[in-house]
Nanobody
Framework: VQLQASGGGSVQAGGSLRLSCAAS????????MGWFRRAPGQDREFVAG????????TYTDSVKGRLTISRDNAKNTVYLQMNSLKPEDTAVYYC???????????????????WGQGTLVTVSS
């Protein structure tokens, strides 16, 4: 499956963005989907994940209540709604697909099989 992330940009603190991850080649309904990010000088970290049906989501603590992951399997697209953005959210955001028989959201990047190219989010104070 090929993943294409989009929607990044520059916003002021407190602003909002919506990232999209469009898939092609295979239906994403077979995959647990996740968003990761890499801030300048830091390791890649898990941000949010969603089960195949969308019934279960997981977030890293720093984004709970501000970021929301969702998916539309009919459109083969995953979203990350980002509200109340903070300067520390500045990073390149990547979407990823995990072919996971147990349909559980995993937070380790090495568990994910396919990756998009990343989209840059910059939040200024």
């Amino acid at each position: 499956v090929q993943l294409q992330a989009s929607g990044g940009g520059s916003v002021q603190a407190g602003g909002s963005l919506r990232l999209s991850c469009a898939a092609s080649g295979r239906t994403i309904s077979r995959y647990v989907m996740g968003w990761f990010r890499r801030a300048p000088g830091q390791d890649r970290e898990f941000v949010a994940g969603i089960s195949r049906s969308g019934g279960s989501t997981t977030y890293t603590d720093s984004v709970k209540g501000r970021l929301t992951i969702s998916r539309d399997n009919a459109k083969n697209t995953v979203y990350l709604q980002m509200n109340s953005l903070k300067p520390e959210d500045t990073a390149v955001y990547y979407c990823a697909a995990d072919f996971n028989y147990r349909d559980e959201v995993r937070t380790w990047a090495n568990d994910y099989d396919y990756w998009g190219q990343g989209t840059l989010v910059t939040v200024s104070s």
